[in-house]
């Protein structure tokens, strides 16, 4: 809960941000405010959904696990999506994106995952869940996990009012009491447990999945710790935007991706070098075709709302955020089914340019 | 020529800096003066040796070549090592770094190359030359065209007073009659000329050569173009300091490489795939080796002086300019055959962090 008179402070500083959203007047936090961290959002009740927080991330099983963890902990696959926080309020289901907006794709979409009764019995619950899957509007890979459309995942319960998480135990009894779909998990296990879990890391690695998020039985302390195979996913679904990423996001994976191969030399290293060269050749190879082909590097989304004033609502948000530029035309959303179909493109400016000023021939300087 | 008065209110704007070394009193130019360029040095009878100037790159053979030249040029190699000017004043030979700084090690090896005697003939001549082989002080890597020590490469001559460069002809007949190692020439084109020079950039690609640098007879308009592999190359010296060098330095090679394997498609693409993941992998291996074994990603550097007290100036140089931390025994230099060694190492900061925490099991938040 937080006070009006530090929400309006809050508001009238820039620290806070005052919206509206099919129907849902909230506040999103730019920065912390009365010790709520940034993205908490605001309802108008001022009851505050904390900002999900970062999960630290552990690069060696061998001293991570010691080092983070002093007793048993759950390993839960880290599904390769984007994060939201589902809740009910005035009968209607909101999901807020990790920035704290409404995000109005996966508003739209969270009943066909979840049964609006969990929140009759539980009004206070919010749902803490991954959405994945090759039809996103945000993101340019997929998960081996979904293999159509999208899907969701739910991996914290958190109750209003309430700080933290609910625990393990009342989280699995609550999903599985009212059918929420979870996030699999793959065993409960102990610091010295590095050679089970590496094991776990390999299947999980050649099955294509991102990693997992280990988690105490409190849910207090918690690590990731994500596979080789996914740094290069990351890799190749991204290399066509390579210079208009934060270069980290690169140099990161990569770095990341060789403390993993020296921490299981079993893995094949022929192989890794291959797919580590082919993810970003394809990749930009792709963002030169599209360069010589219609001047433009850019990427094609496509994703399905139930009700057609939520793909407009989404239309409104990329908009007036879009710090990407967005290029959506005109006959959307258009009827697919059951459900209206969006495509839209996002622009990549600084491949765009590079490549067309290269392949015109003009001179560089680097 | 520069005015008194021009350069001392230079220097006092911090535009220049006056410095002295091996008996020289010079300044070094940090931002443009009076119509010169940075990196411009400006010598005691305050003439002028300009900043040598940057070249384009065109990235395109077909669209570039129109594009940047409308008659014959020659096609030059451009050799893989470090720029130097090289001018005689009081009797004693001076080569200055690209950044305008006598360089100890070049001044010092550079007869080595040169006979003093063109400057008797020339004494206004300044030879801008490529310093490259396993053995220098600033390179990781090396040229397939140096196989030990180092070696110069006289690429362009230049006359104190007077602006540009000597025309081609001029240079290959000075070259030619003082005994001047030239940069190897591989002949003469023309704009239409893209197979023959595609033909030329392969065959250099084969042989590990960097690339050309295309000149008009006047010397005046200029291009460079690498070759696919020199980019490769370049990632495997580097990979072990990925986050210690400008992310920009990888992306641009990226870039590059993916737009030289579009123009080339005869390359054997799973081959170039396989050594730039080789490239990334294994030089982020030694650095996780070296990270393992002493706690430290460092690289060592080695090279020969004639003078021991060229090695000390040196010595001097990297003590008081060295952004990057550099460690140098007690015992260096030390004589090696006729030359004094000396061996040092560079710690990469960042990567030193970053993997020493990653491998103790610190959470890292990104």
């Known amino acids: 809960?937080?006070?009006?008179?530090?929400?309006?402070?809050?508001?009238?500083?820039?620290?806070?941000?005052?919206?509206?959203?099919?129907?849902?007047?909230?506040?999103?936090?730019?920065?912390?405010?009365?010790?709520?961290?940034?993205?908490?959002?605001?309802?108008?009740d001022r009851s505050v959904v904390p900002g999900y927080p970062s999960i630290g991330r552990i690069q060696s099983l061998e001293a991570g696990l010691p080092r983070q963890f002093q007793g048993p902990f759950w390993a839960e696959e880290k599904i390769d999506g984007f994060n939201v926080r589902i809740l009910r309020r005035n009968g209607s289901i909101y999901a807020f994106s990790r920035g704290g907006y409404v995000c109005a794709f996966s508003t739209d979409r969270a009943p066909d995952f979840i049964d609006p009764a969990v929140f009759d019995a539980e009004p206070d619950l919010v749902l803490?869940?991954?959405?994945?899957?090759?039809?996103?509007?945000?993101?340019?890979?997929s998960t081996p996990r979904v293999e159509h459309?999208?899907?969701?995942?739910?991996?914290?319960?958190?109750?209003?009012?309430?700080?933290?998480?609910?625990?393990?135990?009342?989280?699995?009894?609550?999903?599985?009491?009212?059918?929420?779909?979870?996030?699999?998990?793959?065993?409960?296990?102990?610091?010295?447990?590095?050679?089970?879990?590496?094991?776990?890391?390999?299947?999980?690695?050649?099955?294509g999945a991102e990693g997992l998020v280990l988690k105490t039985d409190d849910g207090r302390d918690r690590a990731k710790y994500v596979t080789g195979g996914s740094c290069i996913t990351d890799i190749r679904a991204c290399a066509e935007q390579l210079l208009d990423l934060p270069p980290q996001y690169f140099t990161n994976r990569l770095t990341r991706l060789a403390i993993f191969l020296a921490e299981h030399p079993e893995m094949d290293r022929d192989a890794t070098e291959q797919a580590?060269?082919?993810?970003?050749?394809?990749?930009?190879?792709?963002?030169?075709?599209?360069?010589?082909?219609?001047?433009?590097?850019?990427?094609?989304?496509?994703?399905?709302?139930?009700?057609?004033?939520?793909?407009?609502?989404?239309?409104?948000?990329?908009?007036?955020?879009?710090?990407?530029?967005?290029?959506?035309?005109?006959?959307?959303?258009?009827?697919?089914?059951?459900?209206?179909?969006?495509?839209?493109?996002?622009?990549?400016?600084?491949?765009?340019?590079?490549?067309?000023?290269?392949?015109?021939?003009?001179?560089?300087y680097d």
Request: with cysteine; proline share 6%; net charge negative.
């Open 1 to 44: 809960m937080i006070e009006q008179r530090q929400l309006d402070e809050a508001i009238e500083l820039g620290r806070a941000q005052a919206l509206s959203c099919a129907g849902l007047d909230y506040s999103r936090l730019l920065e912390p405010v009365a010790g709520y961290p940034r993205s908490s959002v605001v309802l108008p």
């Open 128 to 141: 803490c869940a991954e959405i994945a899957g090759p039809d996103t509007p945000y993101l340019e890979g």
């Open 149 to 207: 459309d999208v899907a969701l995942f739910v991996f914290d319960l958190m109750r209003l009012g309430q700080p933290g998480f609910l625990n393990q135990a009342d989280k699995f009894a609550l999903c599985d009491h009212h059918g929420l779909p979870p996030a699999p998990i793959h065993g409960r296990f102990g610091p010295d447990d590095t050679e089970a879990l590496a094991k776990l890391i390999l299947r999980l690695d050649a099955e």
């Open 276 to 364: 580590l060269g082919r993810a970003f050749l394809a990749g930009l190879d792709e963002a030169v075709g599209k360069s010589r082909e219609h001047g433009r590097v850019d990427h094609r989304y496509r994703c399905r709302f139930r009700e057609r004033a939520s793909a407009q609502r989404f239309i409104e948000h990329m908009r007036s955020t879009g710090g990407r530029h967005v290029r959506i035309g005109n006959d959307m959303p258009r009827p697919e089914g059951d459900y209206w179909l969006l495509e839209f493109e996002r622009l990549f400016d600084h491949m765009t340019g590079t490549l067309s000023s290269a392949l015109a021939g003009d001179q560089q």
